[in-house]
C-alpha cells in the first residue's frame, strides 16, 4: 500500500470508526454471537493475491462488528470502564504509523521523553507523591507482577544472581484479601512464589483489609520460620471498589520490611479529583504504585503507569545490557527497558499525550465527578426502594446490588439474581456484572463508560425494576 493509497482507504477507515461511534447507541450492549460465528465466515486459508481494501472494509462491516460487545456504548455497566476517548484513538494510530520500537532511548528519542513528562503529568494531576518515578507497562498484571518481582529479590538480597528462589531456606510470603485483583495471585504465583505462601488476609464490613489481622499473620510466619516478603493493598477492588487503609498498611510493611505495592488500577483515575484524594491517602509509604488510564480516564487500552519509589532496584531486578543494545548515552538517559519484562516497547505514551491536551484536566474532572455523581443518585434510588440491597460503599462509581424480595431462601435468591441480570444482559438493552459477595450472587453496576448520562442511569434502574417484575 503505497502512501497515497494509504491516505484514501484510511480516511474511509475513519469515516468508519466515526459512524460507529456516532451510531453506537442503536446496538445491542453486549454480544448476542453464538460459538464459531466469526469462523464460519472467515476462510480457512489467507488469500495470496491482495483483496481491495472495499472487500475488506465489507467483511469489517458484516463479518466482525455484528459479532462484537460494544464496550464503549452508554449503557454499559459491566467490570470496569475500558474507555477508548477517540481523542486516545488518534493518539494510538499515530503510534502504530510512527512504528517505533524503544529497545533504547537512543532508538527513539521521542519515544523515552515524551513517556517521561506524561508520567509526570499524571503525577501533577493525580497527588502521586514527587518522590516516585513512573512507566508505562500494558496492562496492571505486568505491573503486579514486575512489583513482586522486585519484591521477591529485595527480600532475598537479589537470590536471581545466584540459585534463585528454589535456593532460598526461608519461604517467602505474600500478603492480600480476597478483594484483590485475580492478578495479584496469577502475578505471586509467576514470579516463583507457589499457592502455598499466598495469604489471604480478612476484611471488614467494608470489604476492606484488617491491619490487625495483616499484622497477626506476618507474625505467626514469623514464628514458623517463614519470611513475609510483600503486601498488596487495593484502592477500588474489582469486586467492591473496596478500599483498604494504606497508612495503616504502610506502618506495618515499614515496620516488618515488607515491600508495600498499592494496586490503584480502575480506581486511581478518581486521583484527579481533590475530593477523592482521601482515599489514597498514605501513598507516599508505598514502594510502587499502578493505575490504569485505558480503564476510566479513557486512554486507548493498553496504558497501565507503574511508580517506584526506587527506581534503581527495579533497574537492578530487570536490567540487561548486551554489546549490541550499548550506546554513547548510557548513563545519561532513561533507558526503559530496563523498567520492566519485554525489551520491545510500544509508544504507548502518545495516547495519553493526545488525550490530556485535547481534552484536558478540567474536562477529565467533569467526566469522572459526573460519574461518581450518578452513582450516588443510583444509589439514593435503590435505599428508597424496600426489596433492594446496596451491598457495598459506594465510594466510587461501583455498586453492588441485589433485589431481595420476601420470603426468598438463599438459593431461590441466586436463582432470582442470576434471572433477572441474565434477561437484562440477553436483551441487549445493557450489560451488568453479576459476581459473587459472601458466598451469594449480586450485580455489580460499575457506572462510567464516555457517552454514559444522568438518563441512561434512570433508564437501567427503569429496566431492573421491570427485569425483576417478571
Not at 223 to 228: D, F, I, Y
Amino acid at each position: 500500500m503505497t502512501p497515497d493509497e494509504f491516505r484514501i482507504f484510511g480516511h474511509s477507515l475513519i469515516d468508519w470508526i466515526a459512524d460507529y461511534r456516532a451510531g453506537i447507541r442503536t446496538r445491542r450492549v453486549w454480544s448476542d454471537a453464538k460459538p464459531n460465528a466469526v469462523l464460519e465466515q472467515l476462510p480457512s486459508s489467507p488469500p495470496f493475491d491482495p483483496d481491495s481494501p472495499q472487500n475488506l472494509l465489507a467483511d469489517l462491516e458484516q463479518i466482525i462488528l455484528p459479532n462484537i460487545s460494544n464496550w464503549q456504548h452508554p449503557m454499559f455497566y459491566g467490570y470496569f470502564p475500558a474507555n477508548s476517548s477517540l481523542e486516545a484513538v488518534l493518539g494510538d494510530l499515530v503510534s502504530s504509523g510512527l512504528g517505533q520500537l524503544g529497545l533504547n532511548w537512543a532508538a527513539s528519542p521521542a519515544l523515552t521523553e515524551l513517556e517521561q513528562r506524561m508520567l509526570e503529568w499524571m503525577q501533577q494531576i493525580s497527588g502521586i507523591p514527587n518522590h516516585m518515578k513512573g512507566v508505562i507497562q500494558d496492562t496492571a498484571s505486568t505491573a503486579t507482577m514486575v512489583a513482586l518481582m522486585s519484591a521477591r529479590e529485595r527480600s532475598t538480597d537479589y537470590a536471581l544472581a545466584r540459585g534463585g528462589l528454589q535456593a532460598e531456606s526461608q519461604a517467602q510470603m505474600i500478603y492480600f484479601s480476597a478483594q484483590c485483583h485475580s492478578s495479584i495471585e496469577k502475578g505471586g504465583l509467576l514470579a516463583g512464589f507457589g499457592k502455598d505462601n499466598l495469604r489471604i488476609v480478612p476484611v471488614d464490613k467494608n470489604f476492606d483489609l484488617i491491619p490487625a489481622e495483616l499484622e497477626k499473620m506476618i507474625l505467626e510466619d514469623i514464628t514458623l520460620g517463614k519470611k513475609p516478603c510483600a503486601i498488596v493493598a487495593t484502592v477500588g477492588g474489582t469486586t467492591t471498589t473496596a478500599c483498604d487503609p494504606l497508612p495503616e498498611i504502610g506502618r506495618i510493611a515499614r515496620e516488618y520490611k515488607l515491600w508495600f505495592h498499592v494496586d490503584a488500577a480502575m480506581a486511581g483515575t478518581a486521583m484527579i479529583l481533590p475530593e477523592k484524594q482521601h482515599l489514597f491517602a498514605g501513598l507516599e509509604g508505598a514502594d510502587s504504585l499502578c493505575l490504569n488510564p485505558h480503564k476510566w480516564l479513557g486512554a486507548t487500552f493498553d496504558c497501565s503507569l507503574y511508580y517506584v519509589s526506587d527506581p534503581e532496584h527495579l533497574v537492578r531486578v530487570m536490567s540487561t545490557n548486551p554489546s549490541y543494545l550499548q550506546t554513547s548515552t548510557d548513563g545519561q538517559v532513561v533507558q526503559y527497558r530496563d523498567w520492566g519484562v519485554p525489551l520491545g516497547r510500544r509508544m504507548r505514551a502518545l495516547k495519553l499525550w493526545f488525550l490530556l491536551r485535547l481534552e484536558g484536566v478540567t474536562k477529565l474532572q467533569s467526566r469522572i465527578r459526573r460519574d461518581c455523581e450518578n452513582a450516588t443518585w443510583l444509589e439514593e434510588q435503590i435505599k428508597n426502594s424496600s426489596e433492594w440491597k446496596v451491598l457495598n460503599p459506594v465510594r466510587l462509581q461501583t455498586l453492588c446490588i441485589r433485589h431481595v424480595p420476601n420470603g426468598l431462601e438463599a438459593v431461590e435468591l441466586d436463582k432470582h439474581t442470576l434471572a433477572w441480570v441474565n434477561e437484562i444482559n440477553s436483551s441487549g438493552a445493557a450489560y451488568m456484572t453479576p459476581a459473587m459477595l459472601d458466598g451469594r450472587w449480586m450485580v455489580r453496576v460499575s457506572i462510567g463508560a464516555l457517552e454514559t448520562t444522568r438518563e441512561d442511569v434512570m433508564q437501567l434502574w427503569a429496566l431492573m425494576q421491570e427485569a425483576v417484575q417478571r
